[in-house]
Protein backbone atom coordinates (compact mmCIF):
# COMPACT_ATOMS: atom_id res chain seq x y z
CA UNK A 1 0.00 0.00 0.00
CA UNK A 2 1.08 3.48 -0.89
CA UNK A 3 0.68 5.63 2.19
CA UNK A 4 1.14 8.86 -0.16
CA UNK A 5 -1.89 8.13 -2.11
CA UNK A 6 -5.57 8.44 -1.05
CA UNK A 7 -6.80 5.25 0.46
CA UNK A 8 -10.33 4.05 -0.62
CA UNK A 9 -12.59 1.33 0.90
CA UNK A 10 -15.36 0.02 -1.09
CA UNK A 11 -18.59 -1.21 0.60
CA UNK A 12 -21.06 -2.82 -1.60
CA UNK A 13 -23.34 -6.03 -1.51
CA UNK A 14 -22.87 -6.12 -5.36
CA UNK A 15 -18.96 -7.93 -6.22
CA UNK A 16 -19.69 -5.52 -9.73
CA UNK A 17 -20.11 -2.52 -8.80
CA UNK A 18 -16.97 -3.39 -6.44
CA UNK A 19 -14.81 -3.70 -9.43
CA UNK A 20 -16.42 -1.54 -11.31
CA UNK A 21 -14.96 1.36 -8.78
CA UNK A 22 -11.93 -0.27 -8.78
CA UNK A 23 -11.77 0.27 -12.74
CA UNK A 24 -12.71 3.86 -12.05
CA UNK A 25 -10.09 4.58 -10.25
CA UNK A 26 -7.39 2.23 -10.80
CA UNK A 27 -5.60 4.72 -13.37
CA UNK A 28 -5.62 7.38 -10.96
CA UNK A 29 -1.95 8.19 -9.76
CA UNK A 30 -3.44 9.70 -6.52
CA UNK A 31 -5.63 7.33 -5.48
CA UNK A 32 -5.60 4.12 -4.31
CA UNK A 33 -7.99 1.06 -3.44
CA UNK A 34 -7.28 -0.22 0.08
CA UNK A 35 -9.93 -3.02 0.32
CA UNK A 36 -13.37 -3.80 -0.52
CA UNK A 37 -15.78 -5.46 1.37
CA UNK A 38 -19.43 -6.39 1.67
CA UNK A 39 -22.35 -4.78 4.01
CA UNK A 40 -21.31 -6.98 7.63
CA UNK A 41 -19.92 -7.01 10.61
CA UNK A 42 -16.36 -7.71 9.49
CA UNK A 43 -16.29 -4.18 7.47
CA UNK A 44 -15.46 -2.45 10.73
CA UNK A 45 -12.61 -4.54 11.64
CA UNK A 46 -11.02 -3.97 8.42
CA UNK A 47 -11.65 -0.74 7.81
CA UNK A 48 -9.78 -0.14 11.63
CA UNK A 49 -7.29 -2.61 10.47
CA UNK A 50 -6.21 -0.55 7.43
CA UNK A 51 -8.39 2.99 8.14
CA UNK A 52 -8.80 4.72 4.49
CA UNK A 53 -9.18 8.41 3.83
CA UNK A 54 -12.43 7.84 2.44
CA UNK A 55 -15.32 5.20 2.23
CA UNK A 56 -17.23 4.82 -0.52
CA UNK A 57 -20.55 3.17 0.38
CA UNK A 58 -23.36 1.63 -2.21
CA UNK A 59 -26.95 2.04 -1.01
CA UNK A 60 -28.14 -0.53 -2.82
CA UNK A 61 -28.75 -2.90 -0.43
CA UNK A 62 -30.78 -3.11 3.15
CA UNK A 63 -30.98 0.46 3.66
CA UNK A 64 -31.16 0.73 7.45
CA UNK A 65 -28.13 -1.60 7.19
CA UNK A 66 -25.86 0.57 5.30
CA UNK A 67 -27.22 3.77 6.95
CA UNK A 68 -26.26 2.41 10.45
CA UNK A 69 -22.46 1.01 8.98
CA UNK A 70 -21.77 4.93 7.42
CA UNK A 71 -23.36 5.98 11.34
CA UNK A 72 -20.72 3.68 13.27
CA UNK A 73 -17.77 4.03 10.44
CA UNK A 74 -18.15 7.77 11.55
CA UNK A 75 -18.33 7.53 15.20
CA UNK A 76 -15.76 4.76 15.07
CA UNK A 77 -13.43 6.95 13.12
CA UNK A 78 -14.52 10.68 12.82
CA UNK A 79 -11.59 11.24 10.24
CA UNK A 80 -12.67 9.02 7.38
CA UNK A 81 -14.88 11.08 4.62
CA UNK A 82 -17.95 9.06 3.65
CA UNK A 83 -19.35 8.84 0.08
CA UNK A 84 -22.86 7.29 -0.72
CA UNK A 85 -24.13 6.17 -3.78
CA UNK A 86 -26.89 5.11 -4.72
CA UNK A 87 -28.71 3.67 -8.22
CA UNK A 88 -32.03 6.29 -7.49
CA UNK A 89 -30.48 9.09 -5.14
CA UNK A 90 -34.15 10.72 -3.29
CA UNK A 91 -35.26 13.54 -0.97
CA UNK A 92 -35.98 11.10 1.91
CA UNK A 93 -32.28 9.01 1.77
CA UNK A 94 -30.41 12.28 1.31
CA UNK A 95 -31.80 13.14 4.60
CA UNK A 96 -31.23 10.04 6.24
CA UNK A 97 -27.59 10.24 4.86
CA UNK A 98 -26.71 13.97 5.95
CA UNK A 99 -27.85 12.35 9.08
CA UNK A 100 -25.27 9.78 8.77
CA UNK A 101 -22.42 12.52 8.35
CA UNK A 102 -21.77 11.60 4.37
CA UNK A 103 -19.42 14.15 2.99
CA UNK A 104 -20.98 13.09 -0.57
CA UNK A 105 -24.37 11.77 -1.86
CA UNK A 106 -23.84 10.57 -5.52
CA UNK A 107 -25.71 9.12 -8.08
CA UNK A 108 -24.42 6.07 -9.87
CA UNK A 109 -24.75 7.75 -13.14
CA UNK A 110 -21.99 9.95 -12.17
CA UNK A 111 -18.58 9.44 -14.80
CA UNK A 112 -15.22 7.93 -13.63
CA UNK A 113 -13.92 11.80 -13.66
CA UNK A 114 -16.60 13.09 -11.50
CA UNK A 115 -15.82 10.51 -9.07
CA UNK A 116 -12.17 11.30 -8.90
CA UNK A 117 -12.81 14.81 -8.55
CA UNK A 118 -15.54 14.08 -5.16
CA UNK A 119 -13.47 11.72 -3.41
CA UNK A 120 -10.27 13.71 -4.04
CA UNK A 121 -12.63 16.76 -2.11
CA UNK A 122 -13.82 14.22 0.63
CA UNK A 123 -10.44 13.45 1.53
CA UNK A 124 -9.52 17.49 1.61
CA UNK A 125 -12.12 17.75 4.35
CA UNK A 126 -14.87 19.34 1.72
CA UNK A 127 -18.52 18.55 2.00
CA UNK A 128 -20.16 18.59 -1.62
CA UNK A 129 -23.37 17.17 -0.48
CA UNK A 130 -24.28 20.75 0.75
CA UNK A 131 -25.07 21.34 -2.93
CA UNK A 132 -27.39 18.41 -2.64
CA UNK A 133 -29.13 20.82 0.18
CA UNK A 134 -28.93 24.19 -2.18
CA UNK A 135 -30.29 21.68 -4.56
CA UNK A 136 -32.97 20.15 -2.52
CA UNK A 137 -34.90 22.91 -0.49
CA UNK A 138 -37.22 20.52 0.57
CA UNK A 139 -34.37 18.39 2.32
CA UNK A 140 -33.23 21.39 3.96
CA UNK A 141 -35.90 22.26 5.39
CA UNK A 142 -36.30 18.88 6.42
CA UNK A 143 -32.83 19.40 8.20
CA UNK A 144 -33.70 22.81 9.23
CA UNK A 145 -36.29 21.36 11.66
CA UNK A 146 -34.11 18.69 13.32
CA UNK A 147 -31.92 20.70 14.07
CA UNK A 148 -34.54 23.27 15.83
CA UNK A 149 -35.62 20.40 17.50
CA UNK A 150 -32.14 20.11 18.54
CA UNK A 151 -31.95 22.84 19.73
CA UNK A 152 -32.68 24.60 23.29
CA UNK A 153 -33.54 28.31 21.62
CA UNK A 154 -36.39 30.34 22.46
CA UNK A 155 -38.49 32.34 19.71
CA UNK A 156 -36.33 35.29 20.70
CA UNK A 157 -33.12 33.73 19.45
CA UNK A 158 -34.99 32.92 16.26
CA UNK A 159 -34.14 36.34 14.82
CA UNK A 160 -32.23 36.42 11.99
CA UNK A 161 -29.50 39.26 11.61
CA UNK A 162 -28.98 40.70 8.21
CA UNK A 163 -26.12 39.04 6.57
CA UNK A 164 -23.73 41.85 4.83
CA UNK A 165 -22.71 41.31 1.40
CA UNK A 166 -19.43 39.73 1.95
CA UNK A 167 -20.67 37.47 4.66
CA UNK A 168 -23.31 36.27 1.76
CA UNK A 169 -20.26 35.78 -0.68
CA UNK A 170 -18.86 33.12 1.84
CA UNK A 171 -21.97 31.85 2.87
CA UNK A 172 -22.68 30.64 -0.97
CA UNK A 173 -18.97 29.08 -1.00
CA UNK A 174 -19.82 27.03 2.02
CA UNK A 175 -23.16 25.58 0.31
CA UNK A 176 -20.82 24.85 -2.32
CA UNK A 177 -18.74 22.40 -0.08
CA UNK A 178 -15.82 24.93 -0.05
CA UNK A 179 -13.24 25.46 2.93
CA UNK A 180 -12.05 28.34 4.81
CA UNK A 181 -8.39 27.89 3.20
CA UNK A 182 -10.03 28.13 -0.13
CA UNK A 183 -12.61 30.68 -0.16
CA UNK A 184 -9.72 32.88 1.55
CA UNK A 185 -8.08 32.50 -2.07
CA UNK A 186 -10.86 33.10 -4.08
CA UNK A 187 -11.58 35.99 -2.50
CA UNK A 188 -7.92 37.11 -2.03
CA UNK A 189 -7.85 37.74 1.64
CA UNK A 190 -6.48 36.05 4.53
CA UNK A 191 -8.31 32.71 6.15
CA UNK A 192 -8.54 34.41 9.42
CA UNK A 193 -10.64 37.21 7.89
CA UNK A 194 -13.11 34.24 6.39
CA UNK A 195 -12.78 32.35 9.95
CA UNK A 196 -13.87 36.05 11.49
CA UNK A 197 -16.73 36.19 8.92
CA UNK A 198 -17.67 32.90 9.67
CA UNK A 199 -18.16 32.86 13.08
CA UNK A 200 -20.04 36.40 12.53
CA UNK A 201 -22.09 34.49 10.02
CA UNK A 202 -23.20 31.65 12.37
CA UNK A 203 -23.89 34.23 14.85
CA UNK A 204 -26.05 36.03 12.76
CA UNK A 205 -28.03 32.98 11.93
CA UNK A 206 -28.20 31.28 15.31
CA UNK A 207 -26.50 28.19 13.57
CA UNK A 208 -24.28 26.22 15.57
CA UNK A 209 -22.27 24.44 12.44
CA UNK A 210 -21.57 25.40 9.19
CA UNK A 211 -24.28 23.09 7.16
CA UNK A 212 -27.12 24.65 9.36
CA UNK A 213 -26.22 27.92 8.85
CA UNK A 214 -26.87 26.92 4.93
CA UNK A 215 -29.98 25.40 5.58
CA UNK A 216 -30.98 28.46 7.77
CA UNK A 217 -30.17 30.71 4.65
CA UNK A 218 -31.72 28.64 2.11
CA UNK A 219 -34.85 28.77 3.91
CA UNK A 220 -34.64 32.49 4.40
CA UNK A 221 -33.98 33.25 0.99
CA UNK A 222 -30.41 34.64 1.94
CA UNK A 223 -28.73 32.49 -0.99
CA UNK A 224 -30.01 31.20 -4.21
CA UNK A 225 -30.83 27.84 -4.74
CA UNK A 226 -29.38 26.52 -8.32
Not at 8 to 36: A, C, K, M, N
Not at 68 to 79: C, M, V, Y
Not at 152 to 170: D, G, N
Request: proline content about 4%; aromatic content about 4%.
Amino acid sequence: MNTNKLQVFVISQQSLFRQGIEHSLSGTEDIEISGTAEVNDGVLAAVDNLPPDVALIDTDGPSESVLTLARRIKQHSPNIAIIMLASNPNDAELFQVLKAQAAAYLSKEITGDELVSIVRRAARGEHPINESLTARPKVAEQVLHQFQELSWRSEAETFISPLTVRETEILNYIAQGYLNKQIAIKLGISEQTIKNHVTSILRKLNANVRTEAVVVAIKQGLISIS
